[in-house]
């Protein structure tokens, strides 16, 4: 699943606007800064007039045509005074002193979203976004997050029990960047796992994260032989599958299994493990179970080091069936 052109362009047009947006910014923080200290203007062109001065003597010298260095070493003690002077002058206003300077959103690529010829982070996650925070993804995090969460729907064992559950949910959001964790999020159908699953992937994609998000089904439809073009399509599913911030793999133990799909779980638990990211697992199985239809390899690798969640009680969806709210 490659980006269309049009996906391309909409991410290249993002970048343009950033760039003019961040410019814009600059030519207002200058005019106004100076208008309260005009002698920052001086400076500036002192600076630049003195930069290039600088820039013809360092080329006399690299031709061997005898710059002088005591002119030399003079420019540029003349460029360190007026680099003070000015910064002086914005702190004595209680400006910071990069304040005139260019403040990229990205300062990686400078907003161009690409470093050289290599796409930079920032294109990478969007791109990221684009491909695989599929509509299905998209759409339910609207109505499911932290702050949609109501205890309303929990029947009284899940009302004692999840309270622990959100907690460590919320605490993986707020440590995501410092700490390397996984989860799995493991209980019977219809007791609140996707909700919770769903509302950390929308605090992460708030905050600039790459979430990728497949079924166990979908999962091994990627990986499968038959599936899809080979090349670089291929190869970059299977870097979002590996590299994203957060993989989240839901319903494990629907998908049918022979030795190659576990061997393939194993892999990519393994891989992201290595890579430090994070993983989420959910299952409608028991541990038991889970161990038993998977190795004993896959198990050990999981209780090793997962954050193990579990969900109890009775179907919330049918409950509110029953109870005729929505
Ligand atoms: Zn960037």
Do not use: W
């Amino acid at each position: 699943m490659p980006l269309t052109n049009k996906q391309y362009d909409a991410i290249m047009r993002e970048y343009d606007r950033r760039q003019y947006r961040n410019y814009r910014t600059q030519c207002a923080r200058r005019d106004e800064v100076f208008q309260k200290i005009p002698r920052i203007r001086e400076i500036e062109e002192q600076i630049s007039s003195f930069s290039i001065a600088q820039a013809e003597k360092l080329f006399l010298d690299e031709q061997g045509t005898g710059a002088d260095p005591r002119a030399l070493e003079d420019l540029r003690r003349g460029l360190t005074a007026l680099r003070q002077e000015k910064e002086l002058l914005l702190k004595g206003q209680g400006y910071p002193a990069d304040y005139l300077e260019m403040h990229y959103t990205c300062p990686a690529c400078q907003d161009t979203g690409y470093i050289g010829r290599r796409k930079c982070d920032c294109f990478r996650r969007e791109e990221i976004r684009l491909l695989y925070s599929s509509s299905r993804l998209e759409e339910a995090l609207s109505k499911e997050n932290f702050s949609t969460l109501s205890f309303d729907v929990y029947d009284a064992e899940q009302k004692a029990a999840m309270p622990a559950v959100i907690g460590a949910c919320q605490r993986f959001v707020q440590t995501f960047d410092q700490e390397f964790q996984n989860l799995m999020l493991y209980g019977p159908v219809g007791t609140g796992k996707t909700f919770l699953t769903n509302c950390i992937a929308k605090e992460l994609l708030d905050s600039s994260h790459s979430v990728v998000y497949f079924t166990a089904f979908q999962l091994f439809e990627q990986f499968s032989p038959s599936y899809g073009d080979a090349g670089s399509a291929e190869e970059q599913c299977h870097d979002a599958i590996l590299d994203s911030d957060l993989l989240i793999l839901d319903d494990l133990g629907t998908e049918l299994l022979n030795t190659f799909t576990v061997s393939r779980l194993f892999q990519v638990l393994n891989e992201r493990a290595l890579r430090r990211r994070s993983t989420i697992i959910s299952t409608n199985l028991s541990l038991k179970d889970f161990r038993d239809l998977y190795s004993e390899r896959i198990f050990s690798r999981i209780t090793s080091s997962y954050t193990l969640l579990k969900f109890t009680g009775s179907d919330i969806r049918i409950r509110r069936k029953i109870s005729g709210s929505p």
